[in-house]
């Protein structure tokens, strides 16, 4: 379905694409203007509903292979900006937006206790403008836009982290380690693009992707590539270009690190992807040096460095932290294979991944919000006095492992059977071993929730249900895509089909 701009006849249907990314960015300023919290947190929530009503229609729209292009001002590619969606990114866009929609709720009571009330319209501006440029990186047509949305997010997500100064001081440090690292990430970036352009004289991904196949080998066409490689590896914390993320993570606000957790890494990756996969494909014979022997000794050492690095963490927000980069190299992993079915597993791992992490990130906040730290040392006999919160991280940890029953388990497994396709076995041993990690630091967990005995001279409550429900949103959807995948891995299979025919239509 090819659309133009806003004009007489065009129905709300045809403006999508354009929609899922302008609200958010129209009601960030609103909220300001305002300058009532309680607004402020409506219009956050409404924009982001909406947002993700918009990109699970397109999704239903792309599911069959189709294609939907927006060209902004009437402009027709590759002169015009285009927003183009098809299943890869229709799927990305709705796990961003709808992440977003689930934490909002739990966002009113824990901003609350963490940011003070005069922050707090702010803090929802910023969230929006976090939610827009993350938003547009994904459905954006045009390289150079990406850069443009990848900025928007970024300094917005800088504030968001150090909001958590009011709490803890070091988030003024994070922040600043984020801002040093994002910077030099988006300039790597835009470099590779200034190359990919003065080669090709477009800016438009579809038309670069056509004039780059003939020139395999290019020198400045590599070495574009190279530095998008670089620049997205530093946005998605690939090993060893993670060390911004522990800290972010750590001391950011509990809903800030619950965000970004499940999004800003795996708009990052899907960034990865497009360019891997549609811009230069992997018939280039550079690229595919670059999967077996860059990328996936990355992605191994990731899975079991982090990993390992997790399990000796004390402060629980650290430790899940050092997982993410864990997670992150199994999605690397995927990629790497360059195989239809290792594609389907990154790309399913990054929506699984992100609902996990988000509900084991709103557990943290909740523990944090009821006795003040995130130290196991805090944690002793939890699940006897939070039964219900503590429920929902066992169901997220079991989630992270890959237990059958839940959604982390669907991803490993079509990771392994990519791997057996490729006669690799010794890597799909890997996989499990790597799991086994997993198991250890969440054990370590649950036995401080379960097995210590609580501190008796407090009585401690559950947490409002405004954030226990979100909470159990993410929860149960961990479990219900550990059965049903009609959805995700259908969705992840057309996408990988699509990205590996060039997703050029």
């Not at 354009?18 to 909220?31: D, E, G, K, R, S």
């Not at 970004?260 to 811009?279: D, E, N, P, W």
């Not at 597993?345 to 906040?365: D, E, Q, S």
Request: include cysteine; hydrophobic fraction near 55%; charged fraction near 10%.
């Amino acid at each position: 379905m090819d659309s133009a701009a806003i004009l007489p006849g065009l129905s709300i249907i045809d403006q999508l694409p354009l929609l899922a990314v302008v609200l958010p960015m129209l009601a960030a300023p609103l909220c300001v203007l305002f300058g009532n919290r309680h607004i402020a947190w409506l219009l956050a929530f409404l924009a982001s509903l909406f947002s993700f009503l918009f990109s699970f229609h397109m999704l239903l729209q792309v599911m069959d292979g189709d294609v939907l292009s927006y060209h902004l001002g009437g402009w027709a590619p590759p002169m015009g900006i285009e927003y183009r969606i098809d299943a890869a990114n229709a799927f990305v866009l709705m796990l961003i937006s709808g992440i977003s929609t689930v934490i909002l709720p739990y966002a009113r009571r824990s901003i609350a206790y963490e940011i003070t009330k005069v922050s707090h319209t702010l803090f929802y501006c910023c969230y929006l403008l976090c939610l827009t440029g993350l938003l547009g990186v994904v459905a954006t047509g045009d390289a150079f836009n990406v850069f443009v949305f990848l900025e928007i997010s970024a300094l917005s997500t800088y504030v968001l982290v150090a909001m958590g100064a009011e709490r803890d001081r070091r988030a003024l440090t994070a922040a600043y380690d984020y801002l040093i690292m994002g910077t030099i990430g988006a300039t790597f970036f835009v470099i590779g693009i200034g190359f990919l352009y003065s080669v090709t004289g477009t800016l438009n991904m579809v038309d670069m992707a056509e004039r780059i196949s003939t020139l395999e080998d290019n020198r400045t066409v590599q070495a574009g590539f190279a530095f998008i490689v670089v620049g997205m590896g530093l946005k998605a914390a690939i090993y060893p270009l993670h060390l911004w993320l522990p800290g972010s993570y750590t001391y950011a606000p509990s809903v800030v690190t619950a965000f970004l957790a499940a999004t800003a890494t795996k708009a990052a990756i899907y960034v990865l992807i497009r360019f891997m996969f549609s811009v230069f494909q992997p018939e280039f014979i550079f690229e595919l040096h670059t999967f077996k022997w860059i990328l996936m000794p990355l992605a191994i050492l990731a899975m079991f460095a982090a990993s390992l690095i997790a399990v000796f963490q004390t402060d629980l927000k650290r430790l899940l932290a050092y997982s993410s980069v864990a997670q992150v190299g199994y999605m690397i992993l995927g990629i790497s294979l360059a195989s239809k079915t290792g594609l389907s597993a990154a790309i399913i791992h990054l929506f699984n991944h992100g609902i996990t992490k988000a509900v084991l990130f709103m557990v943290v906040g909740a523990f944090l919000m009821r006795v003040g730290g995130s130290f196991t040392k805090y944690l002793n006999g939890l699940g006897k006095q939070m039964p219900i919160t503590c429920a929902a991280f066992v169901v997220g940890g079991l989630s992270l492992i890959g237990v059958p029953g839940t959604a982390g388990f669907i991803s490993k497994w079509v990771l392994i059977d990519a791997a057996l396709q490729k006669d690799l076995w010794w890597l799909a041993v890997l996989i499990v071993l790597s799991s086994l990690l997993a198991v250890i630091y969440v054990w370590k967990v649950v036995e401080v929730l379960y097995m210590k005995q609580p501190d008796e001279t407090r009585v401690l409550k559950e947490v409002p249900y405004s954030m226990l429900v979100p909470m159990w949103v993410l929860a149960i959807a961990c479990i219900y895509f550990g059965f049903d995948t009609d959805l995700t891995l259908r969705s992840a299979t057309v996408a990988a089909e699509s990205l590996l025919s060039g997703g050029i239509k």
